[in-house]
T-cell receptor, first 111, second 115 residues
């Protein structure tokens, strides 16, 4: 069974600070996705990374896929209250027929 | 607005009730999904439909019964549920089944409380 562990589970920081959240596994994934879920909403896809070592930027968010395609990180620069939400990583296993989700990191940015 | 609409948004039901959750997608997608989201647990895939045919059932108890009458609509029929079934139920769709190059769009979810 492929599992994704996200850390930390909870993170509360002040506006303007930087942060990194992690998504780790002992399994190799053909691709990995990051979602943000705001209260009362469903998850919304932020990015998909496919190649080992790949780095993608989305404004203040930087996503990295590990060289071995077993882990990923999300770095937010100068966090804002609008970044508050549940961040989920999801990996597509070999054959890409199943998407496995981590348990999420609940991020709170305080004004 | 993701193009996937779920109703009702909130549902409280007794353990002997029968109710249904409805999902409609306006994206022309071929695959639709039901997920369960509980506190402190990862999203759990329940059912997958591809071109109106159920292609995956992840050991879900029979008190949950899905129905896909056409490629735009998906239902989850509920009966004799247990309190531990209380959760957020998310519907999702994607162009096709499979995750390479595919984007999955989630609805806003239906909050279910079983009393």
């Amino acid at each position: 069974t492929q599992l994704l562990e996200q850390s930390p589970q909870f993170l509360s920081i002040q506006e303007g600070e930087n942060l990194t959240v992690y998504c780790n596994s002992s399994s190799v994934f053909s691709s990995l996705q990051w979602y943000r879920q705001e209260p009362g909403e469903g998850p919304v896809l932020l990015v998909t990374v496919v190649t080992g070592g790949e780095v993608k930027k989305l404004k203040r968010l930087t996503f990295q896929f590990g060289d071995a395609r077993k882990d990923s990180s999300l770095h937010i620069t100068a966090a804002q209250p609008g970044d508050t939400g549940l961040y989920l990583c999801a990996g597509a296993g070999q054959g890409a027929q199943k998407l496995v989700f981590g348990q999420g990191t609940r991020l709170t940015i305080n004004p | 607005e993701t193009g996937v609409t779920q109703t009702p948004r909130h549902l409280v039901m007794g353990m002997t009730n029968k109710k249904s959750l409805k999902c409609e997608q306006h994206l022309g997608h071929n695959a639709m999904y039901w997920y369960k989201q509980s506190a402190k647990k990862p999203l759990e895939l329940m059912f997958v439909y591809s071109l109106e045919e159920r292609v995956e059932n992840n050991s879900v108890p029979s008190r949950f019964s899905p129905e896909c009458p056409n490629s735009s609509h998906l239902f989850l029929h509920l009966h004799t549920l247990q309190p531990e079934d209380s959760a957020l139920y998310l519907c999702a769709s994607s162009q096709d089944r499979g995750w390479t190059g595919n984007t999955i769009y989630f609805g806003e979810g239906s909050w279910l409380t079983v009393v």
